[in-house]
């Protein structure tokens, strides 16, 4: 097993460990600098993750209270970014947790989400009408079945795919093994592939 | 015939998808895809995996602008406000004004003196004066303490003396009484002598140390042990004489030391009606005759009265 942990210091850069250095110090600008640097960040990755925009927004000022409360004992042991990762990672489990007994009824699907907010752009720069429906479809129908996959397989997926953490990075936010990465990404993968079998025409 | 099986290949797909393998590796798999169309298909599959979940992705998050949710004014304006309400905080707020602080100490101050000086006053009130009334009361209340001892009755058992007590006599002639209250714990307490001859300070006082050396046991009166008022009668006389003659006389004193008899009439006070004779050793140690001078202390029973 490879240590997903030790980097040190060196992996932060020296802009970096000033900033969190202020942030400890409790000075307001350099915590609003830090925030405003990874809200983007964190608040798609709550979204991806919870899929629900208030929820994230909700998640996201608590990950960076999270953040603020334990950044003393941030020691350069990971990238700030896959620090909070991890922060957020955990924050979202335990409200996952809480969200599925509760509004498992509730939750919004894609569908409604895109009709309520209207907002999607065509992907890609396929030009044909029928093919680039026929994309549209997967696609919808990939983010569904990512929706439907095990709280850890998609923080898996998300992580890799839509934020493109390495194998080392992924390992770390989770606090798992690099082979345990591995296996949920790959397991993850074929659910995900055979969805997109089925709709494949 | 492929240099690398697909299987082998298809193994490390995910991780030469990921970017995760060497670049030798990635070498080797390129290379492969290139000439394989199956696990060249399995790599497009991915790849076109990978591309529209980022799609969806960015659709989603684009569809909420991040910059209008505000989530940096609002996590400053709740880590300003925590800050503001947290202890620390409110405690430095409070000396911030030192005029609070000094009316608190001044405060803290006054009370602590207003409970001493109440406390003390408590305390002094407390304290029963020896000529007080309510002292008397209380010790009228309660007859038979040490304070106001009973007089002695033929109801109670007299005192009687638990430790002999010896005193050398000396050879004149003493006569005196002594008064005395024996308290509750059988100690002899605040002798007095009545009728006290100046040649014979040096043997009254020798009698009165004795008598304050000697353990009693307590009179008891219905059960209970009392403080009783006893009168002493002291007598010693030296009777000299020929060695013929004056054995008649010493052989009649030494009859009368044994009789535990009184032998003189008791300086009874007025009010006293009644008297008991309680039995109490002689304080007087006899000498054996000499034959030259053949004298003979005579050993007189105390004899105890109640006034």
Redesign the interface.
């Known amino acids: 097993m490879k240590d997903a942990g030790a980097l040190g210091w060196v992996e932060v850069g020296h802009r970096e460990a000033a900033l969190i250095e202020r942030c400890a110090a409790g000075e307001p600008t350099a915590c609003a600098e830090l925030v405003s640097g990874h809200e983007r960040m964190v608040f798609q990755l709550a979204l991806h993750l919870l899929g629900d925009r208030d929820e994230a927004l909700d998640l996201s000022q608590e990950v960076f209270f999270s953040v603020f409360r334990t950044i003393h004992k941030f020691r350069g042991q990971s990238a700030l970014k896959t620090w909070i990762y991890r922060i957020c990672i955990n924050q979202a489990r335990n409200r996952q947790r809480w969200w599925r007994r509760r509004h498992k009824a509730d939750q919004v699907s894609l569908e409604q989400h895109v009709t309520a907010h209207g907002d999607l752009r065509q992907p890609g720069d396929d030009t044909a009408p029928d093919r680039a429906y026929a994309r549209k479809q997967m696609a919808e129908r990939l983010w569904s079945a990512l929706e439907h996959l095990p709280f850890d397989q998609r923080t898996v997926v998300v992580l890799r795919e839509i934020d493109g953490l390495s194998y080392d990075e992924i390992a770390f936010s989770l606090g798992v093994a690099i082979g345990t990465v591995k296996s949920r990404l790959t397991r993850a993968r074929q659910t995900l592939r055979e969805e997109l079998r089925e709709v494949r025409p | 015939m492929h240099e690398h099986s697909c299987a082998d290949v298809r193994q490390r797909l995910?991780?030469f998808h990921?970017?995760?393998l060497s670049v030798s590796e990635r070498i080797e798999i390129q290379g492969h895809l290139d000439e394989c169309v199956s696990c060249s298909l399995e790599a497009t599959?991915?790849s076109s995996?990978?591309?529209?979940?980022?799609?969806?992705?960015?659709?989603?998050?684009?569809?909420?602008p991040?910059e209008r949710?505000r989530?940096?004014a609002?996590?400053?304006e709740?880590?300003?406000v925590e800050?503001q309400f947290s202890l620390r905080s409110q405690v430095v707020d409070w000396f911030s004004d030192m005029h609070l602080v000094w009316a608190g100490i001044g405060a803290s101050v006054a009370t602590l003196i207003c409970v001493v000086g109440s406390a003390s006053v408590l305390h002094a009130a407390n304290q029963e004066r020896p000529n007080s009334m309510a002292r008397v009361i209380s010790v009228l209340a309660s007859p038979g303490s040490n304070d106001n001892p009973m007089r002695l009755n033929y109801e109670m058992n007299a005192p009687r003396a638990v430790t002999d007590a010896a005193i050398e006599m000396s050879e004149e002639d003493v006569e005196y009484a002594l008064s005395a209250v024996v308290s509750r714990e059988g100690r002899v307490q605040g002798v007095e002598v009545i009728n006290q001859q100046p040649a014979n300070n040096r043997y009254v006082n020798a009698m009165l140390n004795e008598a304050y050396r000697v353990q009693f046991a307590p009179a008891v009166s219905r059960g209970d042990a009392v403080a009783v008022s006893m009168v002493w009668l002291v007598a010693s006389t030296t009777v000299k004489g020929r060695h013929d003659e004056d054995m008649q006389l010493l052989r009649q004193a030494l009859r009368l030391r044994n009789t535990p008899a009184p032998i003189a009439p008791l300086p009874i006070p007025a009010e006293a009606t009644e008297e008991s004779k309680p039995e109490t050793l002689p304080l007087v140690k006899p000498v054996a005759p000499d034959a030259a001078s053949s004298s003979a202390p005579m050993a007189l029973a105390a004899v105890g009265g109640a006034f």
């Open positions: 995910e991780a990921d970017g995760e599959e991915l995996m990978s591309g529209s979940l980022r799609d969806m992705a960015l659709q989603v998050s684009d569809s909420v991040v949710l989530i940096s609002h996590v400053l709740r880590l300003r800050e």
